[in-house]
């Protein structure tokens, strides 16, 4: 038997919490992949559950303002932590990749030890 908690919880709609879908949107977080080729390779790795509605508003949410790519995964952690599906209800960690070499921060950082 299922506990309660369980089974009060929506049932994600299909595609919205496939993990591989939010590797591609996290890869487009950092690297700022075009928009073309983020939509393909969803479509290619959802299939028939792709539903560019929803992803459409997702990029939107995530897209870099500015070049603040931190506010931009902040954003991305907590659409991802609302629609993936922890294991056993557990605080979900995620990966997230930033490549410091192209970061505006690095420089500011570089600039403070002068």
């Known amino acids: 038997m299922k506990p309660a908690a369980a089974e009060s919880q ?3 709609l299909p595609g919205r919490d496939d993990k591989r879908a939010w590797d591609i949107i996290n890869e487009y977080v950092v690297t700022g992949t075009p928009i073309k080729e983020l939509h ?3 479509s290619v790795t959802l299939g028939s ?7 459409n ?7 870099p303002d500015d070049d603040n790519t931190l506010a931009a995964l902040a954003k991305f952690i907590a659409l991802r932590a609302r629609h993936v599906p922890s294991q056993n209800g557990a605080f979900q960690w995620v ?3 930033i490549p410091l070499t192209d970061s505006k921060y690095v420089n500011r950082r570089r600039s403070w030890r002068r």
């Open 49 to 55: 559950s792709y539903d560019e509605e929803f992803w």
């Open 57 to 63: 508003s997702v990029i939107t949410d995530v897209t």
């Open 40 to 42: 393909e390779a969803l």
């Open 10 to 12: 929506p049932k994600p």
């Open 95 to 97: 990966r997230i990749d």
